[in-house]
């Protein structure tokens, strides 16, 4: 996990070569290259543990273990980030499909997907994240 957050002129000034350096082969895949890890592989996929889920590229708070779920696709599933601006949402029709891509607001990194089929009791939306793009940060409720 990284030791403080990264601010957007200390992102600015990462190279390509730096990220490498900084993310595992598949977190930077996944992050830096759009991949996926695959389903249920993740460490967080079927976790139930507490705490704030940060981004693993720049120390950012993303979602809160309050708000996940078990949506049973294999991946880490949350009904809403932790702050509206925490991510970003793109439109991604890659692979032949039409989804809303979700990255981080603060280093662009790739984190997932959301979908409009989450619980219909909360906000009905299912953030479908990689788990190799968040880092479980147990001290921060």
């Known amino acids: 996990m990284q ?39 993740g460490i967080y996929a079927e976790s139930n543990d ?10 950012v708070k993303l979602f809160a273990s309050d708000n996940k779920f078990n949506a049973g696709c294999g991946w880490p599933s ?10 970003d949402e793109h439109i991604d029709t890659s692979l032949g499909m039409r989804r809303v891509e979700v990255t981080c607001s603060n280093c662009g990194a790739h984190l997932g997907h959301v979908f409009p089929d989450g619980p219909q ?21």
Request: charged share 35%; aromatic share 8%.
């Open 3 to 41: 030791d403080r957050e990264l601010t957007k002129e200390e992102i600015a000034q990462l190279t390509d070569a730096d990220w490498r350096e900084r993310l595992s082969a598949e977190e930077y895949h996944v992050m830096r290259e759009k991949g996926t890890e695959r389903p249920f592989s």
């Open 50 to 59: 507490q705490g704030i889920y940060r981004c693993k590229g720049c120390g």
């Open 78 to 87: 949350f009904d809403q980030t932790i702050d509206e601006s925490a991510i």
């Open 121 to 141: 009791e909360t906000t009905g939306m299912r953030y479908c994240i990689n788990s190799v793009a968040i880092d479980l940060d147990n001290d921060s409720q």
